[in-house]
């Protein structure tokens, strides 16, 4: 059941949408050489916190943090821990925060120092990506023509697109109906109409779509260790059309 919202819930979903946004700004100026991801996750939590907001994804199904910290082969889902990032890593940044009843989500993949070619076009492509499939964030377009933007734009790059996690409807829950495939057919799927909230996380990969789950029972990786980047924002169709929430 798909939850359209109304001006004022929208206007909720704003406030929300502007916690995560600063925290990811914060996240960004922390993020280097040295810097374990448990401290990035504290920091995270002080400051969604300091907001009167709370942490969506603290203790989500069992998650044990605010955020979620993926490095390089490791795709989304990474748990804070006493790992210190190093040079040339690139790093996502997963982050949501709820406030008023409604949460928000965002994710950006940050590079520690210097990278590799290959790194910085996967990152830069993965931004553009998401930035293609909101162009099709319109009245009476439908969700396959979102998917299918991502998708053709990362593959005409020579990367892939993770098939096995998906962007999301979002609201008074992280996780809303509908499922949003960062690749498809255009033409398909639900009818875009005033009111939906979306999720939309481009995942990706510089070489195989195929992942894994590690151990610890959250971390998903590629299955072939080559980087993946992530890229999300809360989006919403206004009836001044479309608004991005957490940019
Ligand atoms: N941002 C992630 C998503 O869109 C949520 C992380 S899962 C959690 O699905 F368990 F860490 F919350
Ligand atoms: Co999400």
């Not at 120092?113 to 293609?132: A, D, H, N, W």
């Not at 639900?190 to 590690?214: C, D, F, H, S, W």
Request: proline share 4%; with cysteine; net charge negative.
């Amino acid at each position: 059941m798909i939850n359209l919202k109304s001006n004022s819930e929208i206007e909720r979903m704003r406030e929300a949408g502007k916690i995560v946004r600063d925290t990811l700004l914060l996240m960004e100026t922390l993020v280097k050489p040295g810097v374990t991801t448990k401290e990035l996750d504290r920091a995270a939590y002080k400051y969604i916190t300091s907001c009167k907001a709370t942490p969506s994804f603290l203790n989500y199904n069992g998650y044990p943090a605010s955020i979620c910290a993926s490095i390089d082969e490791e795709v989304v889902h990474g748990i804070p821990s006493g790992r210190r990032i190093e040079e040339g890593q690139i790093v996502s940044i997963d982050v949501g925060a709820c406030i008023g009843g409604f949460h928000g989500d965002a994710a950006r993949t940050f590079a520690a120092g210097r990278v590799s070619p290959l790194k910085e076009k996967l990152m830069k492509v993965t931004e553009q990506s998401f930035f293609k499939g909101i162009e099709q964030f319109k009245e009476g377009n439908r969700l396959g023509d979102i998917s299918a933007a991502v998708q053709q734009y990362a593959e005409a790059n020579g990367f892939s697109v993770v098939r096995a996690l998906v962007g999301h409807g979002i609201g008074r829950k992280m996780h809303e109906d509908p499922a949003v495939p960062n690749y498809g057919m255009p033409g398909r799927g639900l009818r875009l109409e005033k009111g939906l909230v979306l999720a939309i996380e481009p995942m990706i990969n510089a070489g195989t779509y195929e992942v894994a789950q590690l151990e610890d029972g959250w971390t998903i990786v590629t299955e072939d260790d080559m980087p993946s980047a992530h890229y999300e924002n809360t989006v919403a169709l206004t009836e001044n059309g479309l608004e991005i929430l957490t940019l």
